[in-house]
């Protein structure tokens, strides 16, 4: 329909651009043209259908959703009408109004299957995933291949925690069409994430290959915990915000009193709740100096429906709270430009695989400066972000290139951290834990997508060499737990020496870890909050350093707590290094005692230090952009 329109329109000598249709739209809605195309007139629901898509298409929303109502009015059976309306109410995050849109949509059209797609979709946003569920299903019983139907099940299927039967419909969809963006990307995440290591090294070689050729291959997040490759991650991630950046229109955002007193920052994240950005930001954003600087906390997440005392911690912290996770892109710019902050501060960037991150409103703009910061190990691949936060062992000279930000180097690691936090005192034992009392106990928890199946070679490599060990890992889902029991035997290793830690509360989870002897790290993701809380309570950490962000983190918090002893340059070293704290009893007694002697001598937990050499990289950035002087990288 509207293809035919806009040629009839080229025919008829109109010019073709938006805008140009819109004034033309206008004057013929106000009697001052004459052309007469097909009869579309004023009182024309057609008419209001076209003249409501130019209108939403150029963002004057409000506009577009009267003359679909118009259309309707004119035409009570319009499904076209009723179906625009609806997406528009989607876009708008209205989704209420987008459900009884759809809904009297699909009566007028039971066969539409894309609007049971969306109306998916729309009970998703919901979160009502059973219900959602429903409506895929009859979107795939009418047209089997329909692949959005496949693929957004398998989202909401993962989203319940049902991670091979979402495998499945990803399986299904990669059927139907195996060249569609993103959809190699979502099997090789997923399979990550239940150790499904099946075809594992021919998997990161398609993906390699489409990122090499520009293909939006997969989710930059997913690239970490496969590839130790900064280029890659970087392509990947450019690749990701190119969609963003054609989406959005940046806003040019200006400082409107550069003499101010002080420095707005605003710290925009999903994670202000019980979850790892936040253990690591509390006493930071409580220490900031309020006679220098305003905070503003944005956050992005899902509504908090139960008593989370991190998220009240954090909320407290800042001088203004928003909750704007109910509000579009443009909607959270618009606030942050009112507001007039000054630095915007990204603590997610293309993390939880662009869902609630909203990368979008740092594209359109939230501050004139804006910096990627502690969330996400990697390059944000955007133009419209300034600076990185880093330290000098996470990024070297030679990798500079791969990064799109200026680098901003802080002293020590770049990652802050809770001086005092609560620890447990429940008395625990190895008998209480179901751990064996005479055996060395290896351990690693990180979340499973982490662990790949070159690791996990060492690591029962390690098991096998030394007969009175176990390997105590995360409870992290079912089937990512039967696999790596199953990949354990495959190695002659006994599952029996696999012991999994079912998730606890923060303090109850730092009380049990002390009885572990040698924390395992992953490659080429390694642990980053899970190595802070490990050496915190005096657990050593066993690292590999990589050439990437995300393979360097835990070499950098060693570094600054004085262990680099246990830095290993490959997985030989590794081994190496695995197998003598088994075999030298006094080097593990030596390494535990320099590890406890440096927590209150090293500045890996001081939180007040942190800040301070923080707060020195916002002034110096914030001066000279008040300078007008160029972004470059730069050491506190």
Not at 305 to 316: C, F, L, Q, S, T
Not at 410 to 435: C, D, M, R, W
Not at 538 to 560: C, E, I, W
């Amino acid at each position: 329909m509207f293809i035919q329109f806009f040629e009839n329109l080229r025919k008829s000598g109109v010019p073709v651009s938006l805008r140009e249709y819109l004034t033309f739209l206008e004057a013929l809605s106000k009697n001052l043209a004459t052309y007469e195309i097909e009869n579309f007139y004023i009182n024309n629901p057609e008419f209001q259908n076209i003249f409501a898509v130019i209108l939403f298409e150029l963002k004057d929303y409000s506009q577009s959703i009267e003359k679909w109502k118009k259309a309707i009015d004119l035409n009570s059976n319009y499904f076209q009408a009723y179906d625009n309306l609806a997406n528009a109410f989607l876009n708008l995050k209205k989704y209420v109004e987008a459900l009884e849109y759809f809904h009297k949509a699909i009566k007028i059209n039971p066969s539409a299957f894309h609007v049971y797609n969306n109306i998916g979709n729309t009970l998703t946003k919901l979160n009502k995933y059973k219900e959602s569920l429903d409506f895929y299903d009859k979107a795939i019983k009418i047209k089997p291949d329909n692949i959005y139907g496949h693929i957004f099940k398998g989202h909401v299927l993962t989203e319940l925690g049902k991670l091979s039967e979402s495998l499945e419909c990803y399986n299904s969809a990669y059927i139907i069409n195996p060249e569609h963006p993103l959809l190699l990307g979502y099997i090789v995440h997923t399979k990550t994430k239940i150790c499904d290591w099946d075809n594992y090294g021919a998997d990161i070689d398609l993906i390699k290959n489409s990122l090499e050729k520009g293909k939006k291959a997969t989710y930059p997040f997913t690239i970490l915990t496969i590839l130790d490759s900064p280029a890659l991650q970087k392509k990947t991630a450019e690749i990701w915000t190119e969609q963003f950046e054609k989406i959005y229109q940046k806003s040019q955002i200006k400082l409107k009193n550069k003499n101010k007193n002080k420095i707005r920052v605003g710290y925009y994240s999903a994670d202000f709740r019980n979850h790892a950005t936040s253990h690591l930001i509390a006493e930071m954003l409580e220490y900031h100096d309020k006679s220098k600087f305003e905070i503003f906390g944005f956050y992005l997440g899902r509504k908090i429906n139960y008593e989370d005392p991190w998220h009240e911690r954090v909320k407290k912290s800042f001088d203004k709270f928003f909750d704007v996770s109910s509000l579009t892109e443009a909607q959270i710019s618009e606030i942050s430009i009112a507001e007039e902050i000054d630095i915007a501060i990204d603590l997610m960037a293309h993390c939880n695989n662009g869902m609630e991150n909203r990368f979008g409103a740092f594209v359109i703009g939230c501050a004139p400066l804006q910096v990627n910061f502690l969330g996400y190990p990697g390059t944000s691949g955007a133009k419209s972000i300034d600076y990185i936060i880093a330290d000098k062992n996470l990024i070297s000279d030679e990798n500079k290139k791969f990064y799109s930000e200026k680098i901003i180097y802080l002293p020590n690691s770049y990652q802050p951290n809770v001086k005092k936090t609560k620890i447990s005192v429940k008395n625990l034992t190895k008998e209480k834990l179901g751990l064996p009392n005479e055996k060395f106990i290896f351990c690693c928890f990180n979340q499973h997508q982490k662990i790949n199946p070159h690791i996990y070679d060492i690591w029962m490599s390690i098991l096998k060499k030394n007969s009175e060990s176990i390997l105590w890992l995360l409870d992290d889902n079912f089937y990512s737990n039967k696999n790596l029991l199953s990949e354990a035997e495959k190695r002659g290793v006994s599952k029996n020496r696999i012991i999994f830690a079912k998730r606890v509360p923060l303090e109850d989870h730092l009380e049990r870890i002390k009885f572990g002897d040698l924390f395992l790290d992953t490659f080429p993701y390694t642990a980053h909050t899970t190595c802070s809380d490990a050496l915190r309570v005096g657990l050593p950490v066993l690292t590999l350093k990589g050439n990437s962000f995300a393979s360097r983190v835990a070499s950098s918090l060693l570094k600054t707590i004085k262990l680099e002893e246990l830095i290993s340059k490959n997985l030989e070293e590794y081994e190496i290094i695995a197998n003598k704290f088994v075999t030298d009893s006094d080097y593990l007694r030596k390494i535990k005692n320099k590890l406890e002697e440096n927590l209150s001598k090293t500045p890996l937990y001081d939180s007040q230090l942190f800040t301070k050499n923080l707060e020195l990289a916002y002034k110096k950035i914030f001066q000279n952009y008040k300078n007008n002087q160029a972004i470059k990288n730069f050491e506190i």
